[in-house]
């Protein structure tokens, strides 16, 4: 029982670790965002597409209080497939506005 019970968690720690790894195969994505992303239940990198950056991010709030601004940027940099710093100035702004009352 011991042993199934320890090749069940390698095959889900090893599920993880492949999901995160996709995860940072998008810009601005990083090993700790990915993983927190997989814990919010965003797996894949078409999940994270289809939620968009602001549910993606309101999901990330429930697991992580210190969600910040830069976070949501990075996660619709990730969406677009660009560069946080190559995001335009209106979704910027957009986002800020979105994050100050997601603060309210």
Excluded: H, W
Aim: aromatic share 4%; hydrophobic share 40%.
């Amino acid at each position: 029982m011991i042993y199934l019970r320890t090749f069940n968690e390698q095959i889900l720690q090893r599920t993880t670790m492949k999901q995160e790894l996709s995860l940072t195969q998008l810009p601005n994505i990083g090993k700790v965002v990915a993983q927190k992303l997989v814990q919010a239940g965003i797996t894949t990198p078409e999940e994270l597409r289809l939620a968009g950056s602001e549910q993606a991010f309101i999901r990330l709030q429930t697991i992580d209080e210190t969600a910040c601004l830069c976070m949501l940027q990075a996660l619709e940099g990730a969406v677009q497939g660009v560069r946080t710093c190559d995001l335009s100035k209106e979704r910027k702004a957009e986002l800020k506005d979105f994050f100050n009352l997601r603060r309210m």
